[in-house]
């Protein structure tokens, strides 16, 4: 998906940039950022121009104005909250991978439909699937990760968009069916060990 | 990825085999076989043609031949050992994935570098990681997954390599290096929660 690769290229264009600027620099090159992220100079320009960040040859692009439009493209400015669905091994690695709170994330709620994994404590409240209309509602959730079994993710994912979420990160090992305008992305582990499989047994076929 | 996309496909036509099998059919057109995965006859018969399973328009594709085929493909003959490196949250939730045990993947090691977590029981005998050369070679272990902090990954990747592993599931947040006949799959969850939340505040700009 060509939104994910522009993403992380913006990702490591601001890394790179919050180096820069540490380092003392107020305007920056697209050769120089493009070298420090092993982009192309073309590359960087297009990028920037897609999202009308400014810059001249002669000067260069200035890193503040830079950075504030990067963040906002990406959604740095804001905290982004997020809910996770099915509390079974994967839905529990989830909200304990670590990398969340180092970022502007928050996975605000879990839900499971099994009443004995509800309030456990996780550094994390889990809630029964009665309350999630009232939670994404009041919470203005716009993300939510299904990490149930195969046999439950269609119908909360319909329940998911019916009360407003906008993209799914799918766990399950099944395709969702979901409005146009509603992005899924699927995290098929069967499908991800099936292709490498595939890989070692068919080698020489792999590049056809 | 291509391979995935082919996999997901024969995946789908194997178990419409199956069905039709057992519903007593012994020969099946590309064009019913399409219908019932919603994949069209002409790229069901590119699909066979490619792997050279052969049928005629007139009488066919004969089932048990041809599962027999996708079978070796897909490498559904054989036991497929896979090894994974790193017993955080995220390798616990892969080594208790139950979809593993109904397919023909074994997960026959884990390994970490916490002296703490071995031996433990969760199914699975998690082993130091001085350990990796021995189990790598006497099971010709050919897929790994890296399941490991960001900082070790790298070095970890290396010596999976060294010592004959050939492709890769890694779900450490970082660019592993490898050379070119090593195929590494990354799951980088860090990317895909921001690639959702640049979906959710640039719906407009995501479909340039």
New interface residues.
Partial sequence: ?E??A???R??KYRASLVNFKELGFKTIYSTNLGESVGESPEQVRKDFS??SLKGNKKAGYEIDPLLKSIN????KNII?K?IVVGMG??G???I??K??SS?N?SIIAAFDIDPSKHNKKMGLHVHPLSQLKDIIHGHNI??AVIATPDSAAQEICDRLVAYGV??I?NFA?VVLKVPD?I?V?N?D???????????????K??S?
């Fill in positions: 998906m939104a994910k522009i993403v992380k913006l990702t897609r999202f906002y493209v990406l959604g982004q997020i091994n994967i529990k690695a989830f304990q991978y990398w969340f970022q994330v716009q993300i906008r993209a990160l090992p305008e992005i992305h995290l582990l069967v499908n991800e060990i099936n292709s490498m499989i595939y890989y070692v047994n068919n080698h076929l792999y056809l």
